[in-house]
């Protein structure tokens, strides 16, 4: 259906709002015009919408804590799914800890730096499975924890759409500005030492089964058609010796599937406003 005015005059005032939050930066909007471009003369929103605002905007530790706690021990079949921002590894270890804890599996992008630790609750096959639409139906979570802001993978974030579960989103940079999910301002390390999640086995098996599986398939289409595109980008990975830059559009979200669970390389890449030109954006500099 056509969005009416007053979602794209809510798009705007939310843009606006992101732009000069304590940490500003730009924001970028892709906006697909029908000819002509102009609204029709009498054209005016229909209602006021306000800037949209955090839900739960914890700044507190304690609160964050809390809020982090019960949203663990109420839910039984969840994911966490740790996206395109790096985080220190000490952080993303305290993650990871607490999602052995609870027995959920942790979806990780590459440049979340997850799947350097090759811990085995750490799925790097996420992209790849969520594309599988049998798996996608039997392994429907109750609840999604997202950390390091959005991933690169489209099935991951077209699955995270698509899913109807109650999110809590750690924000410590104070980037989100989506209505919906509860959003907890604190630091990664501080809250996830600061929580004593509750034990149990949980669903993590089922998904790392899944992993293994589709972590064979991918060595065996490495093996079987070294000519492709993602096959040379995988030689390319192993081979190399040190931290890897990687360019938007392809090759990010090549990294993305053909990035195995402990591979030790530190890999980075532009996810921000440059778009497909970041790499360039990011060697020129400020």
């Known amino acids: 259906a056509e969005p009416d005015a007053g979602t794209y005059v809510e798009a705007a005032q939310q843009a606006v709002a992101q732009a000069v939050r304590p940490k500003a930066g730009p924001v970028h909007l892709n906006v697909r015009f029908d000819k002509p471009l102009e609204p029709p003369p009498a054209w005016a929103p229909s209602a006021r919408f306000d800037p949209a605002t955090i839900v739960g905007g914890l700044r507190e530790t304690p609160d964050a804590t809390e809020t982090l706690a019960s949203f663990l021990a109420e839910h039984e ?8 921002a790096r985080l220190a590894p000490v952080e993303i270890q305290h ?10 599996p942790v979806i990780a992008d590459p440049l979340s730096g997850g799947r350097a630790l090759g811990r085995p ?7 790849l499975l969520l594309r599988d639409p049998g798996f996608v139906a039997s392994h429907r979570p109750d609840a999604v924890l997202r950390v390091a802001g959005t991933p690169t993978g489209r099935a991951t974030l077209a699955w995270l759409s698509a899913l109807d579960v109650p999110t809590l989103i750690v924000d410590p940079d104070e980037r989100w500005a989506a ?8 630091q990664v390390g501080a809250l996830f030492t600061s929580v004593d999640p509750p034990r149990r086995d949980g669903w993590l098996a089922t998904w790392q089964e899944a992993e293994k599986q589709a972590a064979s398939r991918r ?18 990975l192993d081979a190399a010796a040190g931290p890897v830059w990687v360019a938007s559009s392809m090759p990010v979200r090549h990294l993305d599937v053909m990035t195995p669970n402990g591979h030790r ?3 980075f890449a532009n996810r921000g406003a440059n778009g497909i030109d970041g790499t360039i954006g990011s060697a020129a500099g400020p």
């Open 77 to 84: 079949r969840g994911v966490v799914v740790a996206g395109s």
């Open 95 to 104: 993650v990871v800890d607490v999602a052995a804890a609870v027995g959920w």
């Open 121 to 127: 609750e750490v799925v790097s096959t996420g992209e």
């Open 179 to 186: 209505r919906g999910p509860t959003v907890l301002r604190a």
């Open 219 to 236: 060595r065996d289409e490495v093996s079987s058609n070294p000519a492709t595109e993602p096959a040379m980008f995988r030689a390319a």
């Open 265 to 267: 390389s530190p890999v």
